[in-house]
C-alpha cells in the first residue's frame, strides 16, 4: 500500500502521494505542467535551456551538462510531491492527515471512511 496525505478545500480533496516521483524524473516539466505548477515547470524548463545554453558555447563540456541536468533531475523528482503539497497550501488547501491506498481513490474513500462516511468527512 502507498502513502498519501489527504488535502481538502470545501468538497475538494485531493490526495498526493509520499516519496519519489519517477514521472517528475523523467519528463520535469511534463509533470509540472500536468499539477499545474506553472512556476516550477518553467523554472525547469529554464534550467534545461541555460545547460543546453551552456553546452552549446563551450562553457560546460558534455559529462559535466549530462551530470548537473540529471542531478537536477533527481532532485526535483525527489521534491516534486512535496512542492506538489506547497503548491496546494498556497491554493488553499489544508491538509488533513494520511491515508493508505492503492492508489488516490482508495486512499480519499479510506480517509472519509475513518471519519465516519462521506456525510461526516465534510461536515
Known amino acids: 500500500m502507498r502513502v498519501y496525505s489527504v488535502h481538502r478545500r470545501g468538497a475538494d480533496i485531493v490526495a498526493v502521494r509520499e516519496g519519489f516521483s519517477w ?3 523523467v519528463a520535469p516539466f ?3 505542467l500536468w499539477h499545474r505548477m ?3 515547470g518553467v523554472a525547469m524548463l529554464a534550467v534545461d535551456l541555460v545547460l543546453g545554453g551552456a553546452w552549446d558555447h ?4 558534455a559529462p559535466e551538462t549530462a551530470i548537473i ?3 537536477v533531475a533527481f532532485l526535483f523528482a525527489a521534491e516534486a510531491h512535496d512542492l506538489y503539497r506547497r ?3 498556497w491554493r488553499g488547501y489544508a491538509e488533513e492527515g494520511l491515508s493508505t491506498g492503492r492508489d488516490a481513490d482508495a486512499a480519499i474513500r479510506r480517509w472519509a471512511d475513518r471519519r465516519g462516511g462521506w456525510d461526516s468527512a465534510f461536515a
Open 23 to 25: 514521472f517528475a524524473l
Open 30 to 32: 511534463l509533470w509540472a
Open 38 to 40: 506553472w512556476i516550477w
Open 58 to 61: 563551450g562553457w560546460l563540456d
Open 69 to 71: 541536468a540529471v542531478g
Open 87 to 89: 503548491t496546494l497550501f
